[in-house]
């Protein structure tokens, strides 16, 4: 399986301000997801992060408070924009390992809006 | 529509006991995946078990055991002899083989009392 790793792991910031997470994995992926998880939720979908394209966002999310890039086959940052405390969440990006079809998660980033 | 439950919010046993949790899943799919995901306290999510949707075979890895019934889309998942280790939050997941988005089940917050 591929290694993810998130930057920050974890984070407080300030209501207003913005924070751009980074996601990076060992090797090329083809497909690229940002995820949601609210305090004692299950996961909601973001994202899907496409190389050298716009991200393709799920109901509810935007791409000017959540935009996303992905430069490269083995890299994405989702900034989370004008943060208020319902951005508090953990944020998770994963990826579809090469011929298992299954979706493996970076160690997410923890925030905390103030 | 796409649909998982998973009616135990929290289950609550001492180690060593056996503890199962549920799974139901609903799908007009033919061909789907099903997983598992364990989220330990520290918030990454970590991969179990990969079940297709063809494959009917119960699978079980150490003190671990899925068991597949299409007949009544349940995936359930049976940790025996259980250690405070295991105390997570488990999730269930469906996904279509042509998307390979993920459905989230609502997780069961699983604690082993020592």
């Known amino acids: 399986s591929a290694v993810i790793s998130q930057k920050p792991s974890r984070d407080i910031c300030q209501r207003g301000t913005s924070l751009t997470i980074q996601c990076q994995v060992d090797?090329?992926?083809?497909?690229m997801f940002w995820y949601r998880q609210q305090p004692g939720q299950s996961l909601t979908l973001i994202a899907t992060?496409?190389?050298?394209?716009?991200?393709?966002?799920e109901s509810g999310f935007v791409i000017d408070k959540f935009p996303i890039s992905r430069p490269n086959l083995t890299f994405s940052t989702l900034t989370v924009s004008n943060m208020s405390p319902e951005d508090s969440s953990i944020y998770l990006c994963?990826?579809?390992?090469?011929?298992?079809?299954?979706?493996?998660f970076g160690p997410g980033t923890r925030l905390t809006v103030l | 529509a796409q649909k998982v439950t998973q009616a135990q919010t929290e289950i609550s046993v001492v180690e060593k006991e056996d503890v199962t949790l549920d799974c139901v899943y609903e799908?007009?799919?033919?061909?789907?995946?099903l997983f598992w995901y364990k989220q330990p306290p520290s918030g990454e999510l970590v991969f179990l078990i990969r079940?297709?949707?063809?494959d009917e075979q119960n699978e079980i890895s150490g003190r671990y055991s899925w068991n597949f019934q299409k007949s009544t889309s349940s995936f359930n998942f049976t940790i025996t002899a259980s250690q405070v280790v295991d105390s997570a939050v488990y999730f269930c997941?469906?996904?279509?083989?042509?998307?390979?988005?993920?459905?989230w089940g609502a997780g069961t917050k699983l604690i082993i009392k020592p």
């Open positions: 997941a469906l996904s279509s083989r042509s998307n390979y988005q993920l459905i």
């Open positions: 799908t007009r799919d033919t061909t789907y995946y």
């Open positions: 079940r297709n949707s063809f």
């Open positions: 090797s090329q992926v083809t497909m």
């Open positions: 992060a496409n190389q050298g394209s716009e991200a393709t966002y």
């Open positions: 994963s990826v579809i390992s090469a011929n298992t079809d299954t979706q493996y």
